[in-house]
Nanobody, 124 residues
Framework: QVQLVESGGGLVQAGGSLRLSCAVSGRALSSYSMGWFRQSPGKEREFVAARKWTNSRTYYADSVKGRFTISRDNAKNTVYLQMNSLKPEDTAVYYC?????????????????WGQGTQVTVSS
């Protein structure tokens, strides 16, 4: 069974940086597309970033483009989300997800497995 465990969340001041990690077990990461989503209280889960395993192309939400970077380390079976220039509106629970067939990276239901989430809080 595939399991995902996120880490790296926390409290940071506006303008700061955090790097989220998502350790994947039970299956080789190299055969999955991966994504990061986030959810704030009272809001729906929204797409943040994704990378398809078929062509390694990356995708970003407009709100994070130029500030966030998704990457993977296949040797460590880990997905990362580097977040720079953080803003208070980035405050949310961040979830990583992987999927074997992801045609539309921004669609949450394209992904097969999800982590439990990690809280990111950005203070102004």
């Amino acid at each position: 069974q595939v399991q995902l465990v996120e880490s790296g969340g926390g409290l940071v001041q506006a303008g700061g940086s955090l790097r989220l990690s998502c350790a994947v077990s039970g299956r080789a990461l190299s055969s999955y597309s991966m994504g990061w989503f986030r959810q704030s209280p009272g809001k729906e889960r929204e797409f943040v970033a994704a990378r398809k395993w078929t062509n390694s192309r990356t995708y970003y939400a407009d709100s994070v483009k130029g500030r966030f970077t998704i990457s993977r380390d296949n040797a460590k079976n880990t997905v990362y989300l580097q977040m720079n220039s953080l803003k208070p509106e980035d405050t949310a629970v961040y979830y990583c997800a992987v999927g074997s067939v992801v045609a539309i990276p921004a669609e949450a239901n394209e992904y097969d497995y999800w982590g439990q989430g990690t809280q990111v809080t950005v203070s102004s």
